[in-house]
């Protein structure tokens, strides 16, 4: 099994940047892409960022432009680069994984990190 583990959320006033990182540990060959969401309150956890073992990346039209995803696979890290931050990137932002095993295909979750953009 995998298990993730993310730092760096915080508050931040708007216009600002927060950097975000997420460790792997435990079948780290097993896992074939990585990525962040976020979810609030009474709202379904939506996708923001993914990156694939070669480095292929796909953002949510929602922070293109904005937020840069990045993988340094030697620290079995990804890590998310969030610039001029807005008061609607308010969320819990959880790191996952995609991983297979014998059985198929599985996704696993970090515990998550509060971002809080605000003046």
């Known amino acids: 099994q995998v298990q993730l583990v993310e730092s760096g959320g915080g508050l931040v006033q708007p216009g600002g940047s927060l950097r975000l990182s997420c460790v792997a540990s435990?079948?780290?060959?097993?896992?074939?892409?990585m990525g962040w969401y976020r979810q609030v309150p009474g709202k379904q956890r939506e996708l923001v960022a993914t990156?694939?073992?070669?480095?292929?990346?796909k953002y949510t039209y929602l922070v293109a432009g904005r937020f840069t995803i990045s993988r340094d696979i030697a620290k079995n890290a990804v890590y998310l680069q969030m610039n001029s931050l807005k008061p609607e990137d308010t969320a819990v932002y959880y790191c996952?994984?995609?991983?297979?095993?014998?059985?198929?295909?599985?996704?696993?979750w970090g515990q998550g990190t509060q971002v809080t953009v605000s003046s």
């Open positions: 990156i694939t073992n070669s480095g292929t990346k």
């Open positions: 996952w994984s995609g991983a297979s095993n014998e059985e198929g295909t599985y996704d696993v």
């Open positions: 435990g079948s780290i060959s097993s896992i074939y892409m």
